[in-house]
């Protein structure tokens, strides 16, 4: 897992939409941080700053299972034309 962080209204909109184990993708950058622990301990952690997100699974409506954003499925098996090629018919 990642740690992100996100402010204002892209905050607002993932605490409003998301919830545990929501697929989305996040945009930002990656910062460093170091702080001091309860045992004044230096401690280091990274982290994303959320500049976008974009949700792979929109919450359902009522009565409505969650709808996602899927890539189409890949075909079972190759072209003919793959199928019947062999390494004497590449032109290198």
Known sequence: WIDCVAWSKTAEM???TAHKGSAII??????TRTWTDQNNQNRKSTEVN???????????RDGEAPQSHSEAPMP?????????????????
Do not use: C, M, Y
């Not at 959320?50 to 792979?56: K, Q, R, T």
């Not at 079972?76 to 290198?92: G, H, I, L």
């Open 26 to 31: 996040v945009e930002g950058r990656v910062d």
């Open 14 to 16: 993932i605490a409003n």
């Open 76 to 92: 079972s098996e190759q072209p003919a034309s793959a199928k019947n090629a062999t390494n004497d018919d590449v032109p290198f």
């Open 50 to 60: 959320i500049d976008s997100v974009h949700f792979l699974e929109w919450p359902p």
